[in-house]
């Protein structure tokens, strides 16, 4: 979006109106859908300094206990959100430039929020089903 705005201003002089609007809205969905993926493949920064030393059990329960965290947190984030999109629908909350309906990326939002609880969930169970290594700490 920033390429063809910034080339159609500098050739054609013209601009997309609402760009920036665009790129937040699909910029929440995109990363709303990201989020279970993330979690999944343990792609999120892990701050493990205070950790490092434990045994193989302790982090696997930590981790596992912060994986059920974050599945409660999605899960209130979709709800909360889910409730936003219905006020903001029933009171027609349009986006400033392009006038569009705000409650539908609010709405969009919703089903990756919970895919990514119910990722947070597998996790958790997945890691505290995980065997310690012999030998290993």
Known sequence: MLVVTIVSRKLFFWQVNGDYEIVQMLGALATSLLFPWCHLTSGNI?????????PRAARNFLEGLGSLLLAVLAALLAWRTGVLAVEN??????SAVLGWPVWMFQASLIPGLFLTAFVAVYVAFWRSAQPIAAGGS
């Open 89 to 94: 629908e029933a009171s027609g909350l349009i």
């Open 46 to 54: 892990a701050v493990d300094i205070f950790t490092d030393n434990l």
